[in-house]
């Protein structure tokens, strides 16, 4: 009995060891891409719109770049979910609020309820999404005023430039690859095909 909790304790220590070792490389590349990406939508952004009228960035993108930059071979970080779950949560979350613009709270819990069973029934589950979805019932005048536009930009846009610097910075090195299965296009295209 002793030396089975020994052993626990020694396969404890190590695993906790592992988990808490900090791998520079890694936090770097997570930095660039996750900069690259925030920075590259904000200064978009910046070209068309005022300051206070941020429409490119919104809050569900910080939580995206915490998967797909830091977070790489997680399935929810997938091509597939960050743009699929971006995007079916902005039309969930718009037509939600065209139905119930008045009742903030049935639009913006049908919006964030409705978007998960979407994504879990498309395969496309992404935590953000719920984000998007909600933006879409809460945002400020201006994201409510864009309607159906809001899916395309700032959503699809936004998601775009983050999923190319995506590509971009986690194949950078050897030790990074994304997305998880390189032929995912492949496949896709495949089962898609008319």
């Known amino acids: 009995m002793r030396n ?6 020694r396969v404890a ?3 906790f060891y592992k988990e808490t070792l900090i791998d520079t490389k890694e936090h770097f590349w997570t930095f660039i891409g996750s ?3 925030i920075g590259l939508i904000g200064y978009l952004s910046s070209l068309f719109f005022t300051s206070n009228d941020n429409l ?5 993108f910080g939580a995206s770049s915490v998967l797909i930059y830091g977070s790489i071979n997680s ?12 995007v079916l949560s902005a039309i969930v979350g718009v037509t939600i609020f065209k139905l119930f613009p008045h009742e903030a709270w049935l639009s913006s819990a049908l919006a964030v309820s409705l978007s998960i069973v979407v994504m879990q029934a498309t395969k496309t589950l992404h935590p953000p999404g719920g984000a998007t979805a909600l ?14 536009i809001y899916i395309v ?8 430039i983050l999923f190319l610097v995506a590509l971009i910075f986690n194949n950078a090195t050897s030790h990074r690859s994304y997305p998880k299965n390189k032929n995912w296009y492949k496949r896709w295209a495949t ?4």
Do not use: D, M, W
């Open 75 to 86: 399935p929810l970080a997938q091509p597939r979910n960050l743009i699929g779950g971006h």
């Open 35 to 37: 900069f690259t990406g």
């Open 56 to 60: 490119f960035l919104i809050g569900s």
């Open 191 to 194: 089962k898609y095909r008319y």
């Open 13 to 15: 220590r190590y695993v």
């Open 153 to 160: 930009s700032p959503v699809l846009t936004g998601v775009i």
């Open 4 to 9: 089975k909790i020994k052993r626990q304790v």
């Open 135 to 148: 933006i879409a019932t809460i945002g400020s005048e201006k994201i409510i005023s864009l309607g159906y």
